[in-house]
Structures are given as C-alpha cells and as structure tokens.
C-alpha cells in the first residue's frame, strides 16, 4: 500500500539518520564500544550516507526541474518553496560532509569558496552519478558530489577510500577533447609548455584559454586548501592572505539544550515562547498552528520592544545590515552554518523546524547592547566604528567584509587592537549554537596572540 510521507517526517527520519548513521545498535552505544567494533561502524555509516545522499540528489534534481517549470508558469510562492526545499536536501549532505571531517568547523571552512549553486542537471548529472555508483561499490570507501552540498566547493566529488583511514581526496571529473588537453598542458614545463599552450590557444581561441585558466584555478584552489589542512597555515583560498590555524582554548558547549526545551515546550503547548539565551540573543518560538509567520514575525517585534530592546526603522534595516531579526530558517541558506540534522536537537524538532510546524516561527535576534556588557564582563571593550571606516568597508569584496550594524561595524576591543564582528561569528551564533561569550573569548585570545607575534 503507498503510504504519503509529509516533509515534517522525512526530515526527522534525516535528522535521526544524520545523528546516529550507524543507528542504535547496542555495539555502537558508546565511543569504547564503538572502537572495538570500528570496521562494523563505519560500514552501517557508509551504508546510511549513501542512501541519503542519493535520496538528496534525487530530491534536489526533482525540484531542480519544478523551479525550472516554474519561471516558465509561476506559481505564487514558487520558487521560494523550491529553493528552500534544495537548500534543507543540501544541508543533509552538508552534514555527512561534517561528520566526515570530524565536525571540525574550521577544517570545513577550508572546503567552502562561498561558490553560488545552478542546477544540478547543469552539472553533467548523468556523468557524475555513474562515477558515484562506481566509487561507492566499494562499502569501505564513501564518494558524493560536491555540486549537491551548499559548502564544498573543492573538486567534482569528495572521495574517502577507506573508511578505516579517513583521509578524503577530491576527484575533478574532465571530460571532452578540450579538458583532455588541458590536463596534458598541466603537466608539461617550460619551452615545452610554451610551444604548445600557444598551439592551444591558436586552435581553441579565447574560450579555451578561459577553461585552461579555470582549471588551473580550481588547481591552485586545491592545492592551497591541502596545505592549510596539512600545515596548519598557508594562502587562505576565499580572501587570498596568509593565515595560520592555531587552538584558541576548550571547545565550548552549544546553547542546544536551551533552544531544544524552549522549542519542544512551544510545540507541545501549541503556545509562544520569547527568552533572552546566552546573556544577549532573544529567541522567539510560535507554537500557535494558526499563526502564520507574519503573525510570528509581529509578535516577536512587539515583545522585545516590551522588553526595553530598541529595535531599527524598517528603512534603516538595508539588506546588508546585520542588526535584524532573523529566521532559523535563513540558516539553511548559509553555506557554513552548522545542519540542524547534526545539532543535539531532537529529531521531531528538526523535522518541525525544517518542514512541519516550526517552519518560519521561530526567530532570533542579537542584543547588541547586552552583546557589549557581556564584553565587559569579559574584560574587553565593544566599540561601533566610524561612518568613514564603515564606508570604506561596504567598498571592500564581500569575503572581506566585516558585518554592519545599523550602518556601522562592529568591533571588539582588546587593548590597542580593535576585531571586527564577522559575518561568520554571527553565522554561529545564530545558528550553530555557539555561545556569544565563547565568540568573545576566542576573539580575545586570538588578538592577544596576534599582538605578542608582531613584538617579537
């Protein structure tokens, strides 16, 4: 008998598969139990990725084709229920991909060049799907398509050989006369490679020349990438400066707890919920199944104001400005935000949060002041810039652009050294969990270390 699966329950079936892909096998209850039975584990996790991750691609090229049908007959509301379909699908697969580098936020960060998504059936998805079945006939060995994740921009597919030795590649999948002569060109030096790119260039013209440049881009990319993850310092690939990876302190505790009872509490009663976390983020949770998310959205307004937070002119709020308040769902549409489906939420809130009950009710917002007394108490000083450093920051590429709030940056103040609040400290913020004080704390750390480098 077909049995009609709503969206609520699909996702909580991915969040609990994404939480425990190796499912709940006493074998696997425990990290001890789960080293003496290491090969077992790893297979029933290979097995569950595959399976989501082909269920993903098959979902996204799905509604690839139904936003495509859809600038030619729109439907209202369309192509926002289409897009965000494929970005919830894409952070199913962005969460294998964590769980493969360990939930190592900044060795994922690597992988991310902020790269914008086209369809997939742009991609060569006969192509890369045949590779994919043949990678992974393999059970040790895991391979997916980058194109299909919202954060891996390295390669066509990440590939892990051996499960028991995670060590992921990333294949780049060239096909044609043109790329066949691209790879060749590569691997040629000095007179030999001069005589014949020239003979390239003659016979390909300009668009040749613009793939041989492309690729050696994605080359280079890669390279630069491998190194940082190797050494631990190398060109950044996304802003292009020298940057070193060091250990700024303990790993912190997510506010996951707090925001799992506030929301399963909302859920149960049918009823809202607006608290202040964390010393500065106020969270909102509609319950209400009536309520839409305008009504959401308004309430939320009017409690903060109730509770003494002055909030900005609608006309203030420019798109680039970060001072708003945000839906958890915009999270989905952040490439490096942490899944909900790998957050310690339960899996039935994940699915309401993402296709069900919670959709579009539940929102944050940073309280920039107590975000500046919790500086204090930390022994730093928040300070905004001025409105000539903030114009000269709108002017500067999007990767290096420091967040503005209300028309200015934010910055924190350790001794003489003054950190701009970036767009990714508050990506975690508000949606990884990440404790605003740990934000603080690391900001500091690394300043100071900063500062001591630079005396010596």
């Known amino acids: 008998m077909y049995r009609t699966v709503s969206l609520e329950q699909t996702f909580s079936e991915a969040a609990e598969a994404m939480a425990r892909p190796a499912g709940r096998r006493p074998e696997f209850e425990s990290l001890e139990a789960i080293a003496e039975h290491r090969k077992a584990f790893v297979l029933a996790c290979h097995e569950t990725w595959r399976v989501w991750h082909g269920r993903a ?113 990333f294949i780049e999948l060239k096909e044609g006369k043109v790329n066949a002569e691209i790879i060749e060109l590569l691997d040629l030096h000095g007179e030999e490679f001069a005589g014949r790119f020239r003979s390239f260039a003659q016979t390909r013209g300009k668009k040749g020349v613009k793939q041989f440049e492309r690729v050696v881009r994605q080359r280079q990319t890669g390279q630069q990438m491998g190194e940082l993850l190797s050494n631990l310092r190398g060109r950044d690939p996304v802003t292009g400066r020298e940057i070193e990876i060091v250990d700024v302190g303990a790993d912190h505790v997510p506010y996951d707890e707090t925001l799992g009872a506030l929301l399963e509490g909302a859920a149960e009663r049918g009823s809202e919920v607006c608290e202040l976390v964390e010393d500065c983020i106020w969270i909102y949770v509609g319950g209400d199944p009536k309520a839409d998310r305008v009504t959401a959205h308004l309430r939320f307004r009017y409690l903060l104001e109730e509770n003494g937070v002055s909030l900005p002119l609608s006309s203030v709020n420019a798109a680039h400005d970060r001072d708003c308040i945000v839906d958890l769902q915009w999270g989905n549409f952040q490439p490096l935000a942490k899944p909900l489906f790998i957050r310690t939420l339960k899996p039935e809130i994940v699915g309401a949060l993402v296709g069900g009950r919670l959709l579009h009710k539940v929102f944050l917002y940073v309280d920039w002041p107590r975000f500046a007394e919790l500086c204090a108490r930390c022994g730093t000083q928040f300070t905004w810039s001025t409105e000539k450093d903030a114009r000269r920051m709108r002017a500067e590429p999007p990767e290096l ?26 990506v975690q913020m508000l949606f990884d969990g990440t404790p605003p004080r740990a934000i603080i704390e690391h900001t500091i750390t690394s300043a100071l270390r900063l500062k001591s480098r630079s005396l010596k």
Do not use: H
């Open 57 to 169: 691609i098959e979902q996204i090229l799905t509604f690839d084709q139904f936003l495509r049908l859809n600038k030619a007959a729109p439907v209202p509301g369309g192509d926002e229920f289409g897009n965000r379909i494929c970005a919830v699908w894409r952070k199913v697969n962005d969460s294998i991909v964590w769980s493969l580098f360990g939930a190592n936020r900044w060795v994922v960060k690597r992988l991310c060049l902020y790269r914008p998504r086209t369809y997939l059936t742009e991609s060569n998805a006969s192509s890369v799907l045949k590779v994919l079945a043949s990678l992974n006939a393999n059970p040790m060995s895991l391979a997916l398509w980058s194109d299909a994740t919202s954060v891996v921009d390295m390669g066509d597919i990440v590939y892990v050989e051996d499960g028991l030795r995670p060590e992921p590649s």
């Open 401 to 426: 652009r420091a967040a503005l709030v209300r028309g200015r940056v934010a910055q924190i103040r350790v001794e003489d050294v003054r950190v701009s609040v970036t767009d990714p400290a508050l």
